[in-house]
């Protein structure tokens, strides 16, 4: 009965259903597809197109243009998608996620719903998690799409940017995650609209998308520039942390690995600086520095976190293990582990543009992806992606043996443990893969191995290069490979001569991830396509995972059970703690996910809001009645600025509003205050607005109409750059302290929200103030280059700032305010 129920209600089950429908009306076209002549078979994807015009849908072409790929795959790589691919390839089309175990063809599979939607002409993205995977596919899989008559394009981080134009106007593009966020968000800084790379976003599909929009999603993309000078204050907080004592001057929280410092570390920080407060306003940076040196010497940790090499600082990967050269840790902590470990400081740089995987992916038209392992975090892609993730069945049944973990009450115990099980399979010529979460324990286990002189690999973030190769041969006789979790994800491991009798692939565990994907990604190395094979962890602990979320009790529980060194146990309850730890990380990691989320939505809206702006400018030939329509804004705000207490304006009103339009926005035609004394606030408006006009119509007599629209662009291209750029900046401190407001009655969501718009929305009316003033002052210069006004808002941004505001405190109190207001100094910002 329940089976019954299930088949009625369970979405997943009613899908596959459907796709078989549709796999067998494929499956049925083979014998036909495979008569046609190479030229036959190619021209189907003209027909397709001249059908697309004509009024049919995608779905009217589903099943023939499945077919015709079909073919066109064996010819081209000699392999036919099995029916199980037909199955995710229609899982894929329709927007979900198809979870397909390692070895059954994920690669070939996103062939079918790809070329499908390239007919439309309107581009599909083929998102991998490294270029060596998307050169690879763009000319193993790319030869498929150009047998059909498709163009196949591959983006790569090295290429120009007419280059990457060409790229991005292929039918079919291959990329990383990164390279297209980082494109976006250059697109969205270019001055002139030739300059962009990307089109309209329509269908992308995600290869390993639970790597991709789950374990990088906690990690913004951010564009860097302007430097900002604080490298003594990075050596000076390293010198001072690194003579605190644990426990006494700081404390460490093993679960979030929050580093803080006691009421006496703060005394000994006043002490060393010279202090009377350390958390004194003026001290902020100060503090700041602090937190980051703490963070740097006590809670990241070189060859996990991070490595040196060649004398800089090179992040790693924490879900790949992989080398993340160019990018850097955000807010100075990237600076302080320079300190850290005593290479030269790189100098800190101001954010200019960003954006989180999240809201980049959730921008296409249509989302899909693949993975062997998705199930676990359904919730989170159907929640944030509307993606439901859908079981493909393997082709061949899984015969590998995933043996129950094998606990030990320390590390050193483990590791022996580990060393043994290899050696004893070693010898019986077995392969084995060994999986490792961080670099120093691939190292360790790589001395203890050489000791007992048995030949291995290791690969990990620091020899990556020969990833491909130690891969290849990772599944021969008597290999041993030691991994971390790169593993050769997105290569499969193929078992050599006499393997499969031995047992085939054994995999051994070093630890338990916090996260069950990332462990499950590790088992799928093995029993690829009906293969035999062995997976077993070894697991102590003193393990982080444990140490972080496990239990104390079950510790003790050991020692009283006896158990001590090389001693292992092997008990369901034991094994449940484990899995319940890993839950508990990866509920916590979901609501840090979800949190950023919510908080970047905010960030979300203001961007589309900004970039919309500047497209606006950039796609239209003249934005001169837009500009127009600005100084009515600006002029409106000047009025509406004396009329919150009242709805008329009294008699000091007009001489204030008169003094700020005279001095801001009129040249020739300045006005009387007979000209506007007593009027309603609406005729006051359209009063300045017609002299406002007047001068800036004559101003422009003389200057051709192409000369005016690029200096028009060029200036409120300018001021919507510096203040966007500054306004992250403001954004991003304001979301460091919201935590604070949680006291007053209303969430730091809540309060980070509201601020957050009115920030924007007074962001908007300076904005609209600046444009407006610049164009009306300024002289037009007939020979403006776009490009360099933009280079110098991005250079001189902090220096300009800077000046500003210590010529605002040199204001007298009966001064016209600096803000533009119009009232005086002492009635407005200097109340």
């Not at 390839?89 to 927007?95: M, Q, S, V």
């Not at 430097?227 to 426990?247: C, G, H, I, P, W």
Request: glycine share 6%; aromatic share 8%; with cysteine.
């Amino acid at each position: 009965m329940f089976k019954i129920l299930k088949k009625m209600f369970d979405n997943e089950y009613k899908e596959l259903y459907r796709f078989s429908k549709l796999a067998d009306q494929i499956d049925a076209l083979d014998e036909e597809m495979s008569k046609l002549s190479d030229k036959k078979l190619a021209s189907y994807t003209d027909k397709f197109k001249k059908r697309l015009e004509d009024g049919e849908t995608l779905e009217d072409i589903l099943v023939e243009a499945f077919a015709v790929a079909r073919e066109a795959a064996y010819r081209c790589v000699g392999m036919k998608p099995f029916y199980c691919q037909l199955l995710g390839g229609l899982a894929i089309h329709y927007g979900n996620i198809a979870e397909m175990k390692t070895g059954e063809g994920k690669t070939l599979t996103c062939v079918l719903p790809a070329y499908l939607n390239a007919l439309t002409g309107k581009g599909v993205h083929i998102v991998t998690v490294n270029e060596f995977l998307s050169t690879r596919d763009s000319e193993w899989m790319g030869s498929i799409f150009r047998f059909l008559g498709l163009s196949v394009g591959l983006n790569l981080r090295e290429l120009s940017f007419k280059e990457k134009q060409d790229a991005y106007n292929c039918d079919i593009l291959y990329s990383t995650n990164n390279e297209l966020g980082f494109d976006y968000l250059r697109d969205n800084m270019v001055v002139k609209r030739e300059n962009r790379v990307q089109r309209p976003l329509n269908y992308c599909i995600v290869d390993e998308v639970d790597s991709i929009l789950i374990d990088e999603a906690r990690t913004p993309l951010i564009i860097s520039g302007g430097v900002m000078q604080s490298a003594n204050l990075y050596t000076d907080a390293d010198r001072f942390v690194k003579s605190l004592k644990e426990n006494e001057d700081y404390i460490m929280d093993e679960k979030s690995k929050a580093v803080s410092l006691t009421d006496e570390g703060s005394r000994k920080a006043e002490e060393h600086f010279h202090l009377d407060n350390l958390y004194n306003i003026n001290n902020t940076a100060l503090v700041h520095h602090i937190n980051q040196a703490l963070k740097a010497n006590y809670a990241m940790s070189l060859d996990v976190d991070y490595v040196v090499q060649d004398g800089e600082v090179v992040i790693v990967d924490q879900f790949t293990g992989r080398l993340m050269k160019g990018r850097a840790f955000s807010d100075g902590l990237h600076q302080a582990i320079e300190a850290k470990e005593g290479v030269k400081i790189q100098q800190e740089t101001k954010t200019l543009a960003t954006i989180t995987f999240q809201n980049y992916f959730r921008m296409y038209h249509k989302l899909s992806g693949m993975t062997g392992t998705a199930k676990t975090e359904e919730e989170e892609f159907r929640n944030i992606y509307n993606m439901f993730v859908i079981q493909i069945p393997t082709n061949k049944p899984v015969i590998r043996e995933d043996a129950t973990d094998l606990l030990y009450p320390g590390k050193e115990g483990k590791y022996n443990a580990i060393v043994r099980e290899i050696e004893r399979r070693h010898a019986a010529g077995q392969p084995v893969l060994v999986g490792t979460i961080a670099i120093e324990t691939s190292e360790l286990l790589s001395k203890m191995l050489t000791k007992k002189k048995i030949p291995h690999e290791v690969l990990n973030a620091k020899n990556h290069a020969r990833e491909a190769e130690i891969i290849a041969h990772a599944g021969e006789k008597g290999a041993v490979t030691i991994a971390t979790n790169m593993a050769g994800r997105g290569t499969d491991i193929k078992l050599g001569e006499g393997v499969k009798e031995l047992g085939g692939l054994c995999v051994i565990g070093s630890e338990r991830h916090e996260s069950r994907r990332i462990d499950n990604q590790l088992r799928g190395r093995s029993g690829r396509q009906g293969d035999p094979g062995f997976t077993q962890f070894f697991v102590s602990f003193e393990d982080e995972l444990l140490v972080r979320f496990g239990s104390d009790r079950y510790r003790g529980m050991l020692a009283n059970l006896g158990f001590t060194g090389d001693q292992a146990i092997q008990n369901k309850m034991f094994s449940k703690t484990v899995e319940s730890a890993q839950r508990k990380v990866e509920g916590n990691n979901f609501d840090i996910r979800k949190q950023l989320l919510n908080y970047d939505d905010v960030m979300n809206n203001q961007r589309e809001i900004i970039y919309a702006k500047r497209n606006e400018i950039l796609d239209n030939e003249s934005i001169h009645d837009t500009v127009l329509n600005g100084f009515r804004d600006y002029i409106s705000d000047i009025v509406n600025s004396h009329l919150v207490e009242s709805t008329k304006l009294k008699e000091e009103d007009y001489s204030e509003i008169l003094e700020a339009a005279n001095e801001n926005l009129l040249r020739k035609y300045r006005i009387n205050l007979s000209e506007i004394n007593g009027k309603h606030p609406d005729e006051v408006i359209d009063t300045i607005y017609n002299n406002v006009t007047r001068d800036y119509e004559e101003k422009l007599e003389d200057i051709p109409e192409e000369v005016r629209d690029e200096f028009e662009k060029a200036v409120s291209l300018r001021v919507i750059d510096n203040y966007w750029m500054e306004h992250i900046s403001t954004m991003s401190h304001l979301r460091d302290g919201i935590g604070l407001r949680g006291y007053a009655n209303t969430s730091p969501l809540q309060a980070y929200t509201m601020e957050g718009y009115q920030l924007f929305d007074e962001m908007i009316a300076r904005i609209n103030k600046d444009i407006s003033i610049y164009l009306l002052k300024s002289e037009i210069r007939q020979n403006l280059e776009r490009k360099q006004v933009a280079k110098n808002a991005i250079t001189n941004d902090s220096k300009d700032h800077a000046k500003v505001q210590k010529k605002s405190t040199k204001v007298g109190r009966n001064d016209p305010c600096p803000c533009g207001s119009g009232k005086k100094y002492k009635n407005c910002c200097g109340k």
